[in-house]
């Protein structure tokens, strides 16, 4: 299981969700342009020293990225508000990799072409969206419950 980030632009975020990674093991994806260098402040706060402990892996565009994507043979899980399969209802893989867009904009209409599947996390009615490393933060523990009892 893996969290890929589609041009994330709140360093914030970014350093919170690599944080989870690092404390769940899962390797992680940055698809440039990020809106931030690795150097910012914010950005080494939010990951704090954990940012050692996580893989990352950075790929110069969505196109390289999804070349790597297609050598894994990995499944690509877009979450999005406008998603149609509730997130606790769709079945985890092992290789799945969970992606969260741009925290300004989302993903482009290619991003939402390539994904295996769209999931959403409902939420209330008349609400915008979650915060993107709170959306990071319930997929992943979803997904790695579902894999824990396969039978759920």
């Not at 589609?6 to 350093?15: E, H, L, V």
């Not at 110069?60 to 894994?72: G, T, V």
Request: aromatic share 8%.
């Amino acid at each position: 299981m893996q969290i890929a980030l589609f041009q994330p632009d709140i360093p914030q975020n970014t350093g919170t969700i690599l944080r989870l990674c690092a404390c769940l093991g899962m390797a992680a994806h940055i698809i440039e342009p990020a809106g931030f260098p690795v150097s910012d402040r914010h950005f080494r706060r939010a990951g704090m020293d954990y940012l050692d402990q996580v893989s990352i892996v950075r790929h110069d565009s969505w196109s390289k990225f999804e070349q790597w994507r297609a050598a894994q043979g990995a499944r690509l899980l877009l979450f999005t508000t406008k998603g149609a399969t509730d997130y606790r209802d769709f079945r985890y893989q092992t290789a799945d990799i969970l992606l969260f867009g741009r925290e300004s904009a989302g993903v482009t209409e290619a991003v939402v072409e390539a994904a295996d599947a769209r999931l959403v996390i409902p939420i209330a009615p008349g609400l915008r969206s979650l915060n993107v490393a709170m959306t990071a933060a319930m997929a992943a523990g979803e997904a790695l419950r579902q894999l824990r009892n396969p039978q759920v």
